[in-house]
């Protein structure tokens, strides 16, 4: 059974950084690609950011330059740290473990709250 524990949300203000963490439970993490998504109030889920078990990375446009995401394959975790944030960034933040296009497993989310 895989488990994922996201923490770090919070309040922070404009122009701060917060940086989130998942933890994942299982043996699969490091064959598994890690993602981060958000979902702001009456808003679809978006990616924000991937990571492979390459280390190669996505981000979505709005992100990019401020954020970053990275892994620690031993502690099984993920990681996305968030520079300079703006009020547009807030949303709940889920972790994502990506195993095949039919297989995958979120986390229950974390808050990230920015204010202007």
């Known amino acids: 059974q895989v488990q994922l524990v996201e923490s770090g949300g919070g309040l922070v203000q404009a122009g701060g950084s917060l940086r989130l963490s998942c933890a994942a439970s299982g043996s699969r993490a490091s064959v598994a690609t890690m993602a981060w998504y958000r979902q702001a109030p009456g808003k679809q889920r978006d990616l924000v950011a991937s990571?492979?078990?390459?280390?190669?990375?996505d981000y979505a446009d709005s992100v990019k330059g401020r954020f970053t995401i990275s892994r620690d394959y031993v502690k099984k975790q993920a990681y996305l740290q968030m520079n300079n944030l703006k009020p547009e960034d807030t949303a709940v933040y889920y972790c994502?473990?990506?195993?095949?296009?039919?297989?995958?497993?979120w986390g229950q989310g974390t808050q990230v709250t920015v204010s202007s």
């Open positions: 994502k473990m990506i195993l095949t296009s039919s297989v995958y497993y």
């Open positions: 990571i492979r078990p390459s280390g190669s990375t």
